[in-house]
Structures are given as structure tokens and as C-alpha cells.
Nanobody, 127 residues
Framework: QVQLVESGGGLVQAGGSLRLSCVAS????????MGWFRQAPGKEREFVAG????????SYLDSVKGRFTISRDNAKNTVYLQMSSLKPEDTAVYYC????????????????????WGQGTQVTVSS
């Protein structure tokens, strides 16, 4: 059974930065793409960023491009989301997830393609 634990969330002023971490146990993630999603109050969960198993490919939600960076350290079984220039509209619970299939070349933006999810970490950006 795969377990994902996110950390690094918190309260930050607009323009500030946070770095989210997601540590996995129960399986090596080196063969799987990973994704970060978020869900704001009253809204659907949405894709934020994805990274291929080798880090050769990354993808982002348009509204976070240039501000967020996804990365991974397969030796530590960890994926990161560096968030900069945060805006109040970035306020949400952020979740990391593991791809359902191994060796996918590009991380999917569809939630249905992810099998395991963390419990989420709250990010609140004040104006």
C-alpha cells in the first residue's frame, strides 16, 4: 500500500513563497509520474503541476506557470512544489498523487489517471 504525506503548507502573505513536499512510502516512485492538485472551497479539484518519472517532462496549470516549479528526488521518494509570487486565488488544499500506470512518459492532467493520493496540506494566501 502506498502512502503519501504532504507537508509545507501554511499561511503566507500575497507575494510570498512556500515549498510543499510529498514523501511516499510503500513503493518506489521512480517509475511513476507524479502530480500536484488543489481544491479551493466550493470548487472542483484541479491539476496544478505534473512531472514525469525521470523529470524530463513537466506541465503546469496556466495560472501558475512561471510561479510554481515541480521537482522530484527519486532517491528520497519525494516530490516538491515550489510556489512563489503567491496570490490569494492560490488558496486551497494541495494534494500530491501517484500515476496509476508506470513508465508514462508525460504526467497526466486528469485526476482519474492517479491512483494514490495524500491527505492534503492547506495553503492560505492573505491579501
Amino acid at each position: 500500500q502506498v502512502q503519501l504525506v504532504e507537508s509545507g503548507g501554511g499561511l503566507v502573505q500575497a507575494g510570498g513563497s512556500l515549498r510543499l513536499s510529498c514523501v511516499a512510502s510503500g513503493r518506489s516512485l521512480s517509475s511513476y509520474a507524479m502530480g500536484w492538485f488543489r481544491q479551493a472551497p466550493g470548487k472542483e479539484r484541479e491539476f496544478v503541476a505534473g512531472i514525469s518519472r525521470s523529470s524530463s517532462s513537466t506541465s503546469y496549470l496556466d495560472s501558475v506557470k512561471g510561479r510554481f516549479t515541480i521537482s522530484r528526488d527519486n532517491a528520497k521518494n519525494t516530490v516538491y512544489l515550489q510556489m512563489s509570487s503567491l496570490k490569494p486565488e492560490d488558496t486551497a488544499v494541495y494534494y500530491c498523487a501517484v500515476d496509476r500506470y508506470a513508465r508514462r512518459v508525460v504526467a497526466s492532467k486528469s485526476q482519474e489517471e492517479y491512483e494514490y493520493w495524500g491527505q492534503g496540506t492547506q495553503v492560505t494566501v492573505s491579501s
